[in-house]
């Protein structure tokens, strides 16, 4: 491989668009640019993107039209739900995990911070699952009006929720659930009904969708009021006027990553199970951080690997990989450039290797074996 030619290896971060979804993205850019809440033939064209993309995406999550809000993303939707479930539903308790997405912790946090809300975290395994006893033991405390919320796939480590037995286990005891769900959505099947889910969030950029743009999933009937005011958009949910051709780009890459899930899901996996072989063969003292080595408790779409790399190398690793075109990263790119180590392996890492650089590599379909073969002898270089 032409040393020059770059490698990317951090999906989970954000994809590479589909060629189909630019073309979508750039036909309504050019062609309906009409405002959609205006009432003449312009904006009910653009009006119409809107609401057939609200449509198909209902259909893909098992849900009615309705209940789909479409926001800037997914921390916008997390926003939303958590900060109004407080003000507006009645919640006095929120159980999470200390492994969250900066989007749900830190919300989570301000709102403590601000009102008088207790928040109670579930244990995490050193696998980097939830402990499921422990949090039917917190929901167990019925007291207070209670919402848990956990994500599906962690964004760092790839943990997989068992979404449906949370779901239940809320109804059980009378607890709404919400569940950052960006990571899986547009890698997995989702039925909404059927995991027992409350709110969801969503962002269109992870399944090789455009940035800026996602949606909200709120149940219906359950009394949630808008962050944005201004304007009666999206049910009144969010005022604003809508981004017409990021959410008809949503809806094609959301469309062609379900048509096509079954050959894609089972192209990334072998490449992960590659990456794998390659690694435990060319660097045995590799160690797989959490679960990324279980198949049906991990996401197929990345890893996250601990290097035999000395404290006085390990703050370089990714640079290097850099110069040699390689884009991976440490962890959550939110917060990239904080200069604090991952808040989701300082739960499952000891110390020691807390000191030596983790990495997370994660796949799309535009990968190859070829770049993997590149990556794996990089990295052997460096140890």
């Known amino acids: 491989m032409n040393l020059m030619q770059k490698v990317y290896l951090d999906n989970a971060a954000t994809t590479p668009l589909r060629p189909e979804v630019v073309e979508v993205i750039t036909s309504v850019l050019k062609g309906d640019y009409g405002n959609p809440s205006s009432s003449h033939a312009y904006g009910r064209s653009a009006k119409n993107h809107i609401e057939q993309a609200r449509k198909n995406i209902a259909k893909y999550m098992g849900v009615t039209a309705s209940e789909i809000i479409f926001t800037s993303g997914g921390t916008e939707a997390d926003n939303l739900v958590l900060n109004s479930a407080v ?44 402990d499921y006893a422990h949090l039917e033991q917190l929901l167990m405390d019925m007291s207070a009006k209670t919402l848990v919320s956990l994500m599906h796939i962690n964004n760092e480590i790839g943990t997989i929720l068992d979404i449906n037995k949370v779901g239940a286990l809320c109804k059980d005891y009378e607890a709404l659930f919400h569940s950052d769900m960006v990571q899986s959505v547009g890698h997995y099947e989702v039925n909404l009904n059927d995991s027992k889910v409350d709110f969801m969030a969503v962002s269109a950029h992870k399944f090789h969708g455009p940035k ?5 999933y709120l149940k219906k009937n359950t009394g949630l009021k808008p962050l944005i005011y201004g304007g009666e958009q999206e049910r009144g949910y969010r005022g604003g006027t809508e981004s017409v051709h990021n959410i008809a780009g949503m809806d094609e890459a959301l469309r062609l990553a379900y048509e096509h899930l079954a050959i894609e899901k089972a192209y990334i996996a072998d490449l992960k199970q590659y990456f794998i072989n ?100 990089e990295l052997k270089a460096l140890i």
């Open 212 to 216: 800026g743009i996602g949606f909200a």
């Open 87 to 130: 003000r507006d539903l009645g919640v006095q308790r929120i159980i999470t995990s200390r492994i969250e997405h900066h989007a749900v912790l830190h919300t989570v946090q301000e709102i403590e911070s601000k009102t008088s809300i207790t928040v109670e975290y579930v244990r995490i395994l050193t696998d980097g699952t939830i």
């Open 278 to 377: 390659q690694l435990i063969q060319k660097i045995p003292e590799v160690k797989f951080n959490a679960n990324c080595l279980d198949v049906t408790h991990n996401t197929y779409t990345l890893i996250n690997v601990c290097l035999p790399v000395s404290a006085d190398k390990a703050g370089i690793v990714l640079f290097q990989l850099d110069i040699k075109g390689i884009a991976c990263s440490k962890g959550s790119a939110c917060q990239s450039g904080s200069g604090k180590g991952s808040h989701v392996l300082a739960e499952i890492l000891t110390d020691e290797d807390m000191k030596k650089p983790s990495i997370r590599f994660s796949f799309s379909k535009f990968n190859t074996k070829e770049e993997i073969d590149y990556v794996i002898n």
